[in-house]
């Protein structure tokens, strides 16, 4: 049988299918009371993220496969969602699906092609293909790509 955390660590972001919310760093804590009740806390990216239904009932249905009927997902705000909780492993699924990743907060000076590596790219807009993205161009390349906030 899995355990409850195993489920709910394998629920893909809907919006980032690469990563998982534990990968991505919004899954925050998963508990079972002694009456079985389970309660898994997350934080959204950022207080107005649309994937958060679909993130909540994903986890509610890989709670439920892993035996937990009576499951409670809490949002929380405090603190608030960093970059900073991606994983390792998170990046390199983010740089693998050609999305780069962002650096440590306070610590990068370039985004990096994920096609050719190259550190010369250039932002093309601050708005991509999700809320959490920007679209960048890298002029090594010529490659577009989305690179995920920094935040």
Request: net charge neutral.
């Amino acid at each position: 049988m899995v355990s409850l955390r195993e489920a709910v660590s394998a629920v893909r972001d809907p919006e980032l299918r690469s990563v998982t919310i534990a990968d991505l760093g919004i899954l925050r804590d998963v508990a079972v009371d002694a009456a079985g009740k389970a309660t898994v806390t997350i934080t959204p990216t950022y207080s107005g993220c649309p994937a958060m239904d679909v993130i909540r009932r994903d986890i509610e249905v890989a709670a439920q496969v892993a035996g937990y009927a009576d499951v409670d997902v809490v949002t929380v705000l405090t603190p608030a969602w960093t970059t900073d909780w991606i994983t390792d492993a998170g990046r390199a699924a983010l740089e693998s699906s050609r999305i780069a990743p962002p650096g440590r907060v306070g610590l990068r000076l370039s985004v990096r092609c994920p096609h050719c590596g190259s550190p010369a790219t250039e932002q093309i807009s601050r708005f991509g293909s999700t809320a959490c993205k920007a679209l960048w161009r890298c002029t090594a390349c010529a490659e577009p790509f989305d690179a995920v906030k920094a935040l």
